[in-house]
C-alpha cells in the first residue's frame, strides 16, 4: 500500500526502512544527497520541521543509473534527476534531457505509466514573454513527452513550483497498472491552453486515478485559482483559496471513480506573510486532512497559494 505521511523522524533513521520509497525533507538544498531522499530546494513554511514521506508495504530497492536515483518495488518506482545551477541557464533544453533520461530509467526497470510528476524549479517567473523559466521548462517537458510517445490523453498528474535556491530536480512514480487520467470540466485542458501561455502549454492530467494490488488511489494535480484558463483572485487570498477549494471538490466528484476520500494536503505558499491565514483556513474546513505547508514560487506570478491532494 502507497502512503504519504508528514513526519519529523531523522533522515537516518527514516532511510534505513526498507519500506521508505522517498523522503522529501523541506530543505534548502536542491541536489543529490542519498538515494531515496530527494531535495527539493522548497522551504517549510511552519515552525514545525517536517518531511514528506512516501511509503510502501513491500520493501524497496535502491540505486543509481547515471545521474538520476531510483528506489522501487515490483509495483512501483520513484525516479528522481536533478539539474546543477549551469544547468537551469538552459532549462529547455537540459529539462528534456532530464525527462528523457527519466522515462529511459522507467522502462528499463519494467515500468510502463508514469502517474505522478513533481517539478521544482529555482526562480520558475524569472523572465519576460516566451523567455519566462517555466514556459521554457514547459517546453523542455512536452518534447520529451513527444519523443517517448506519450500523448496529450496519457500525461499523468504533475505539479511545477519555484524554489529559492540553486538547481532544479524532477522527480515521479510509475506503475505497470494503467491509470485514468481526468480532466477539470471547469478548466481548459492545461495542455490546450491558449498562445498567451507559452509556446507550449503545461503537459499534465488535472488528476490520475490508480489501481494497485486492489487498492485504488486518486492523486490531484497542483491545483489553483483558474477558471477556464484564467486566473481568479489577483491579490485576494481569500478568494483564491475559495476557488481552488471548488476546483480540488469539482474533481472529487467528477474525477474520483471509486469515491476516494482525501488523505493529505500539500499546500505551496507564495509569501510567508500568508501562512497563517492559509492554514487557518484550509484546517478549518479540512479538519480530518493532514497538511504540509511549504513556501513556494506558483507557475503564474499572479497565483498566491496551490494545493495537491493524494487520496485513499
Not at 485504488?216 to 487570498?237: K, M, P, V
Request: aromatic letters at 12%; charged letters at 20%.
Amino acid at each position: 500500500m502507497l502512503k504519504q505521511l508528514f513526519i519529523s523522524t531523522p533522515v537516518k533513521e527514516v532511510l534505513a526502512d526498507d519500506n521508505t520509497l522517498a523522503l522529501v525533507p523541506l530543505v534548502e538544498q536542491c541536489e543529490p544527497f542519498e538515494v531515496g531522499m530527494i531535495t527539493t530546494g522548497l522551504e517549510g513554511a511552519t515552525s514545525v520541521s517536517l518531511s514528506e514521506l512516501w511509503t510502501v508495504s513491500q520493501p524497496t530497492v535502491r540505486g543509481q543509473t547515471g545521474n538520476t536515483y531510483w528506489s522501487k518495488n515490483s509495483d512501483i518506482i520513484c525516479i528522481a534527476h536533478w539539474l546543477s545551477k549551469d544547468d537551469c541557464y538552459n532549462i529547455e533544453q537540459n529539462t528534456q534531457k532530464a525527462y528523457k533520461a527519466v522515462l529511459s530509467v522507467m522502462t528499463e526497470h519494467g515500468f510502463s505509466y508514469p502517474f505522478r510528476f513533481w517539478n521544482y524549479l529555482p526562480a520558475i517567473n524569472a523572465g519576460t514573454g516566451d523567455d519566462e523559466l517555466y514556459k521554457k521548462f514547459c517546453t523542455g517537458r512536452l518534447k520529451a513527452f513527444e519523443s517517448a510517445g506519450l500523448t496529450p490523453e496519457n500525461f499523468p498528474a504533475a505539479s511545477a513550483l519555484g524554489h529559492h535556491s540553486d538547481g532544479a530536480v524532477i522527480y515521479m512514480f510509475a506503475s505497470n497498472q494503467k491509470p485514468q487520467h481526468f480532466k477539470n470540466n471547469n478548466q481548459v485542458n492545461a495542455y490546450e491552453y491558449p498562445r498567451q501561455y507559452g509556446i507550449s502549454s503545461p503537459s499534465f492530467a488535472r488528476a490520475t486515478a490508480l489501481n494497485l494490488n486492489n487498492i485504488n488511489y486518486l492523486f490531484i494535480s497542483g491545483t489553483a485559482s483558474i477558471i477556464g484558463h484564467q486566473t481568479l483572485g489577483e491579490n485576494d487570498l481569500e478568494k483564491q483559496l475559495e476557488v481552488t477549494q471548488s476546483n480540488i471538490e469539482h474533481l472529487l466528484t467528477t474525477a474520483n471513480p471509486e469515491n476516494l476520500s482525501l488523505s493529505t494536503f500539500k499546500v505551496y505558499i507564495r509569501y510567508p506573510q500568508d501562512v497563517a491565514f492559509t492554514q487557518n483556513w484550509l484546517e478549518a474546513r479540512y479538519p480530518g486532512v493532514d497538511m504540509l505547508f511549504t513556501i513556494a514560487d506558483i507557475c503564474r506570478k499572479e497565483l498566491l497559494v496551490e494545493i495537491e491532494c493524494f487520496c485513499l
